[in-house]
C-alpha cells in the first residue's frame, strides 16, 4: 500500500556518480502483512453503514426530549418549532433535536481524538514513528480491535496510529458540517450520523490507549493489576502536594520524572482527580486517586492542594478562581484550557517558579511537559510551607452564624440538579445541629448550582464540606489500577458460555459521576451483578465510586472480586479512552470465539453482537458530551446503553415497542424464515429514574435472541428475581421472553405455567438470529 510524499535530497553519493538537489516523489510504504482479508466496509464513509443504522432506528424509535422548543442556532432565528411549525431553514423539532445530539456526539469524539492526537504526537516525537505496540505481550494478537473492525488497518507502530487519527479527524469534520444550517432534513439520518461519529470516537479512544500503555510502560492486560490508594484521607497531608486536573496524562508523567530524577518523590504526593488519575496510577505506584470530577471543590476549598496543575476535559472552569482563594498556584498544561494565563513555556524555569513562589502571578500557562514537571515539583515544595494548608472552610461555630443568614428561599434546592433538602439543612444548623448537612455530604456531587442561586451568597457547598469533614478525612479506600485491554485467552474461556447464555452477561458501568444519590448506587449496582456473575467492567469515575464503599468485612469492591474478564470478575480497564477496551472485548468475542472475519467487517460483527452477546452498557451518572459519543459508539454496535435521571438531558432516546411483534421479526440464518424473537434487547438506550429501576432493567436487556434455553433460563430467573427484590413485582412481561418451555427456570415453572396460560403464549424456535440478508446466504454457501 502506497500513499504519495514528496522527497527532496539536497546530496547523495552513490556508485555511479554525485547526485546533488534531486527531488522525488513516491510512494509511501506502508507494511501490509495482514493476512485477513479485507471486508467491504474499511474505513467507511458517513453513509457506508447508512442501511445498517436505520435497521437499528427502525427497530428503536427515537423518542425525543427537546430542553426547549426553539433553535437559535443562526441568524435565522431563534425560530419557534412547537405544534409542528418549521424553522426558517425548514427544519422540524425532531430534525433539530437530533441535530443537537448529533453535534454533542461530534464534540465528545473531537475530544478524545484530540486528546489521542497529543499523545501519539508527543510519543512520536519522543520515541519515534517505529516505536512498536504492545498492549497486551504474547497474551494480544489481536491487539486492537475497532481500529481492525472500522479502518481495515492492522497497527504495529506508533506511526500506524497517526494515519488512523488521520481517518477520525476526517470523519468528524465530515459530521460536524452536517450540523451547519441547510444541510440535513431527516432526524433518523441526524442520528445515523451520530452513530457514525460515535463508532470513531471508539478508535480514537483505542488509538490513544493504545499509544500511552505501549510507550509509558502501564499494565498489559493484566487482570491482576496492582491496587491502589483511593480517596482523600489516603494523601499524606503532611507532605506537599501536587493535584492535577483532567485526563490527559503528559503533563502528570512530567511531574513524576522530575520527581523521580531529583529524588524527591517520596518526599512529596502527586494526587489526581478524574481519568488523569487512572492513568498516573497506571505508571506511578505511588500516586493516589483522589476521587472523580465531582470532588474538585472539596479538595481545593479544603486547602488540601499546594499546586494545581491543569491539562484537559472535564476541569471546573473556576478552578484558577477557588485555587487563589487559598493561595494554590495553578499551572495550566494545555492548548485547550489556557485558563487566561500569560504562555510563560520559552520562560526562563527560575523566573516562572520565583513568580508562582511570591505569588507576583496566580497562575501559569507552560505548554512543555517536561518543564511542567519541574516548575511544579520546584514550586510545591517552597509554596507548602508557605501556605500552612490554608483553606475557605468555616468553623462549626461560622456554620452557625452562616446558617442563621438563610432567608428560607428555597432557590438553592430549586437550582440543585437533585432536589436536595439544603433548605432544611441550613435551618436545622442556624439552630446548632449540622447532622442534615452532614448527610448531604455524601450524596452531593459538587456543581455549586445552590451556590450561584444563593441571594444571601452563602458558600452552601463549603458548609456541606466542612459538616463532612470526618467522613471527607475517613475516605481511604482502594482502586485496582487500570488494566487496558482483555486477554484473547479470557475471551476464547468466556466466549461460549457468554453467547450461549450461560453466563448472564456483561455488565459496563462507566461514565461520569452525575448521580442522582451520589456513588454508593455505582458500588451496589457493581456488587449485585458480580455476585450473580455476571462480567463487570467498569472505568473513569464509576470505577473511583466503586471502589469508594466497603462490603461487612471491610473490603473494596475490588478486593472482594478478581480483576479477571470472568463470570463474577470486576475489571477496571481504566479511563475514559480505555473504554474502547469494553467494545473490543465484544467485537474479539465475534472474532475469537465465533470465528467471524473482522477485517472492515463492521456490518457481520455489530450484526453478530446485537443479536448474541448479552452485553450492556450503564452511564448512571453520564453528564458529559464525551459520554454521549461513547454511548453511540455502543449504539452502532447494537449494544443496549442505559443511563440514570439525568440522561434524559441528552434529548433522545431509542426505544422498543415490545408491544409490536413486526418489530422483534429477525432472519433465522439457517432457513431464511422470517422469526419473531421477542423484544431482546428491548431498548437501545433507556433512561432509568432509580437504581433499582436500573437494575432490573439491565438484567433485561442482557437477553438476545440467541440465547439457548439453558441461558435464557438462568436470565430469566435472574429477572424475576430482581424483579421481585427490587420492585416488589413479578414482571408483567415474561411471556415475551419465553421460546419454549425449556426456558422456564425449574423452580418457577408453577408461576411461569399460569402467566403463559393467561396471554395465550404460543411456543416458538429459538433461531440463528441475523437481522442481514446476506448473511442468510452466506450460511447456506
Request: hydrophobic share 40%.
Amino acid at each position: 500500500m502506497t500513499k504519495n510524499v514528496h522527497v527532496k535530497i539536497d546530496e547523495m553519493k552513490t556508485n555511479v556518480g554525485l547526485i546533488k538537489n534531486l527531488e522525488l516523489s513516491i510512494g509511501k510504504v506502508v507494511n501490509d502483512n495482514y493476512t485477513e482479508p479485507m471486508g467491504p466496509t474499511p474505513m467507511p464513509s458517513v453513509t457506508a453503514l447508512r442501511d445498517w443504522d436505520m435497521k437499528l432506528l427502525t427497530k428503536y424509535k427515537a423518542f425525543y426530549m427537546p430542553d426547549c422548543d426553539s433553535c437559535c442556532l443562526c441568524t435565522f432565528g431563534k425560530c419557534d418549532l412547537t405544534a409542528g411549525k418549521r424553522g426558517a431553514c425548514g427544519l422540524t423539532i425532531a430534525a433539530q433535536s437530533a441535530r443537537i445530539v448529533m453535534i454533542a456526539c461530534a464534540i465528545g469524539a473531537a475530544c478524545h481524538s484530540a486528546h489521542s492526537r497529543h499523545l501519539v504526537h508527543h510519543l512520536i516525537e519522543k520515541y519515534g514513528r517505529r516505536y512498536p505496540i504492545d498492549i497486551g505481550g504474547l497474551n494480544i494478537k489481536v491487539e486492537a480491535p475497532i481500529t481492525r473492525l472500522v479502518t481495515g488497518i492492522k497497527p504495529e507502530t506508533l506511526g500506524d496510529l497517526d494515519e488512523v487519527l488521520g481517518y477520525v479527524e476526517e470523519q468528524i469534520t465530515q459530521v460536524l458540517a452536517v450540523g451547519h444550517t441547510g444541510q440535513e432534513a431527516c432526524d433518523m439520518d441526524f442520528d445515523s450520523k451520530a452513530f457514525h461519529v460515535g463508532m470513531c470516537d471508539h478508535v480514537g479512544m483505542e488509538v490513544g490507549d493504545i499509544a500511552q500503555i505501549s510507550a509509558l510502560g502501564y499494565p498489559k492486560a493484566d487482570p491482576e493489576a496492582p491496587l491502589v490508594k483511593l480517596g482523600i484521607g489516603s494523601v499524606e497531608r503532611e507532605k506537599p502536594v501536587i493535584m492535577c486536573i483532567g485526563h490527559n496524562v503528559i503533563p502528570s508523567v512530567g511531574i513524576i520524572d522530575y520527581a523521580k530524577e531529583t529524588k524527591v518523590d517520596d518526599k512529596i504526593e502527586v494526587v489526581g482527580l478524574c481519568c488523569t488519575s487512572h492513568d498516573m496510577t497506571r505508571y506511578y505506584n505511588r500516586a493516589r486517586i483522589v476521587g472523580p470530577i465531582s470532588w474538585e471543590l472539596r479538595f481545593i476549598r479544603a486547602g488540601l492542594a499546594d499546586v494545581v496543575v491543569l491539562d484537559e476535559q472535564c476541569i471546573r472552569t473556576d478552578v484558577a478562581e477557588e485555587a487563589a482563594k487559598v493561595n494554590a498556584p495553578v499551572i495550566a498544561a494545555s492548548e485547550k484550557n489556557c485558563v487566561g494565563f500569560k504562555n510563560r513555556t520559552n520562560d526562563d524555569t527560575n523566573a516562572i517558579v520565583d513568580d508562582l513562589v511570591s505569588g507576583k502571578v496566580q497562575g501559569v500557562l507552560i505548554l512543555d511537559p517536561e518543564k511542567v514537571g519541574e516548575v511544579a515539583v520546584r514550586v510545591v515544595q517552597k509554596v507548602a510551607p508557605v501556605r500552612k494548608r490554608k483553606n475557605v472552610l468555616p468553623t462549626p461555630e461560622e456554620i452557625v452564624t452562616i446558617a442563621k443568614t438563610c432567608t428560607q428561599c428555597k432557590l438553592c434546592q430549586r437550582n440543585c440538579p437533585q432536589d436536595y433538602a439544603v433548605p432544611p439543612a441550613l435551618k436545622a444548623a442556624a439552630a446548632g445541629d449540622i447532622s442534615l448537612l452532614t448527610d448531604l455530604y455524601e450524596v452531593c456531587m459538587g456543581c455549586g448550582k445552590c451556590e450561584s442561586a444563593c441571594p444571601q451568597k452563602i458558600k452552601i457547598h463549603s458548609l456541606i464540606v466542612k459538616a463532612g469533614e470526618k467522613a471527607m478525612y475517613a475516605e481511604n479506600n482502594l482502586c485496582r489500577v487500570g488494566r487496558g485491554a482483555i486477554q484473547d485467552t479470557e475471551i476464547r474461556n468466556v466466549g461460549s458460555p457468554i453467547v450461549l447464555g450461560e453466563i448472564p452477561g456483561i455488565v459496563a458501568l462507566v461514565g461520569c459521576s452525575n448521580y442522582p444519590k451520589g456513588g454508593k448506587d455505582v458500588y451496589d449496582i457493581a456488587r449485585e451483578f458480580a455476585s450473580r456473575r455476571y462480567i463487570v467492567v467498569l472505568s473513569g469515575c464509576s470505577a473511583m465510586s466503586a471502589g469508594s464503599y466497603r462490603n461487612e468485612e471491610g473490603k473494596t469492591i475490588w478486593e472482594e472480586f478478581p480483576g479477571g474478564f470472568e463470570a463474577g470478575g470486576v475489571c477496571n480497564v481504566g479511563s475514559c479512552v480505555s473504554n474502547s477496551h469494553i467494545a473490543g472485548a465484544a467485537i474479539k468475542v465475534a472474532n475469537i470465539f465465533a470465528k467471524r472475519s473482522l477485517r472492515g467487517n463492521y456490518e457481520e460483527i455489530a450484526d453478530y453482537i446485537h443479536n448474541r452477546l448479552g452485553a450492556v452498557g450503564l452511564a448512571w451518572g453520564a453528564y458529559s458530551q464525551k459520554a454521549a459519543a461513547i454511548a453511540a459508539g455502543f449504539w452502532r454496535l447494537g449494544v443496549p446503553v442505559v443511563v440514570g435521571p439525568h440522561g434524559s438531558k441528552y434529548r433522545r432516546v431509542l426505544l422498543g415497542r415490545k408491544e409490536d411483534p413486526k418489530n422483534w421479526e429477525v432472519l433465522d440464518a439457517r432457513t431464511g424464515d422470517t422469526v419473531n424473537v421477542g423484544p431482546t434487547p428491548e431498548h437501545l438506550f433507556n433512561i432509568t429514574e432509580t437504581k433499582e429501576e436500573c437494575i432490573v432493567e439491565i438484567a433485561k436487556l442482557c437477553m438476545r435472541p440467541n440465547d439457548t434455553w439453558k441461558g435464557r433460563s438462568i436470565k430469566l430467573s435472574h429477572y424475576v428475581d430482581l424483579s421481585k427484590r427490587y420492585l416488589g413485582v413479578m414482571p408483567d412481561d415474561l411471556h415475551l421472553f419465553v421460546r419454549t418451555m425449556a426456558d422456564v427456570p425449574s423452580t418457577l415453572k408453577d408461576e411461569f405455567t399460569k402467566i403463559l396460560a393467561e396471554k395465550n403464549w404460543k411456543e416458538t424456535i429459538i433461531p440463528d438470529p441475523t437481522m442481514l440478508p446476506r448473511m442468510v446466504r452466506k450460511m447456506k454457501e
